[in-house]
T-cell receptor, first 114, second 113 residues
Framework: NAGVTQTPKFQVLKTGQSMTLQCAQDMNHEYMSWYRQDPGMGLRLIHYSVGAGITDQGEVPNGYNVSRSTTEDFPLRLLSAAPSQTSVYFC?????????????FGSGTQLSVL | GENVEQHPSTLSVQEGDSAVIKCTYSDSASNYFPWYKQELGKRPQLIIDIRSNVGEKKDQRIAVTLNKTAKHFSLHITETQPEDSAVYFCAASLKTSYDKVIFGPGTSLSVIP
C-alpha cells in the first residue's frame, strides 16, 4: 500500500492564481482531512470529510474548497491564492471511523504564494 | 471550540536526561489525546495516545499522563537519545457529530549528545 499520497510536493503561485492540491489514500479510510502547518501555530484543520459526498469545515476554512466524490480522493482547492496561504499542507486519513482519531499523514505540500 | 495549549515551545536536554511536555485543553467533552512526533522535513507520526478512562499509559521510554479534572495531559520521555530530537505535537479530539483532532502549537525538542 502507498498510504496517503500528496501531490505536488512543492508549488509556487502568484497572488490570485488558483490550484488544486491532490490527496489520495489506498487504505479505504472513510475519514480524510486537510491541515496547514505554520511556524509556532501547529497543525490547523482546514476541512475534513467523513465519507464520499460529506465534507465539513475545520478551524481555518476560508479561501479553501474541498469535495469528496470517491473514498480515495480528497482534493483541496485554492480559488484565488493569497500570500497568507503560504504554508505546508498535510492531508491525513483515519481508519477509526466514526471516531476519526488515529491520523495517517501524507508527506506534505510546500506552497509559496508570491 | 476546542483550544489546545502546549508548553514549552522549545526544550533542550542532555542525552540520557528526561523531557516533559505539557498540554492543556478547553473542551471537557474531549476524550482522546494523541501525541505526534515530526522529524525535520518529515510527516507527523503518532507515537502514543491516551483515552479519558485511563490516567497513564507507557510504551518503552515514553509515557503519557492525563488529569481530566484539571484538563491537562503530559508527555514524558526518559533516557533521551539524539533521535528523540523532533517537534512534538499534542492534540485533543473534539467531540462533535464527527470528531475533529485539534493540535497544540508544538514543542521543539533538542537532545544534546
Amino acid at each position: 500500500n502507498a498510504g496517503v499520497t500528496q501531490t505536488p510536493k512543492f508549488q509556487v503561485l502568484k497572488t490570485g492564481q488558483s490550484m488544486t492540491l491532490q490527496c489520495a489514500q489506498d487504505m479505504n479510510h472513510e475519514y480524510m482531512s486537510w491541515y496547514r502547518q505554520d511556524p509556532g501555530m501547529g497543525l490547523r484543520l482546514i476541512h475534513y470529510s467523513v465519507g464520499a459526498g460529506i465534507t465539513d469545515q475545520g478551524e481555518v476554512p476560508n479561501g479553501y474548497n474541498v469535495s469528496r466524490s470517491t473514498t480515495e480522493d480528497f482534493p483541496l482547492r485554492l480559488l484565488s491564492a493569497a500570500p497568507s496561504q503560504t504554508s505546508v499542507y498535510f492531508c491525513a486519513s483515519s481508519p477509526d471511523y466514526p471516531t476519526n482519531e488515529k491520523l495517517f499523514f501524507g508527506s506534505g505540500t510546500q506552497l509559496s504564494v508570491l | 471550540g476546542e483550544n489546545v495549549e502546549q508548553h514549552p515551545s522549545t526544550l533542550s536536554v542532555q542525552e540520557g536526561d528526561s523531557a516533559v511536555i505539557k498540554c492543556t485543553y478547553s473542551d471537557s467533552a474531549s476524550n482522546y489525546f494523541p501525541w505526534y512526533k515530526q522529524e525535520l522535513g518529515k510527516r507527523p507520526q503518532l507515537i502514543i495516545d491516551i483515552r479519558s478512562n485511563v490516567g497513564e499509559k507507557k510504551d518503552q521510554r515514553i509515557a503519557v499522563t492525563l488529569n481530566k479534572t484539571a484538563k491537562h495531559f503530559s508527555l514524558h520521555i526518559t533516557e533521551t537519545q539524539p533521535e528523540d530530537s523532533a517537534v512534538y505535537f499534542c492534540a485533543a479530539s473534539l467531540k462533535t457529530s464527527y470528531d475533529k483532532v485539534i493540535f497544540g502549537p508544538g514543542t521543539s525538542l533538542s537532545v544534546i549528545p
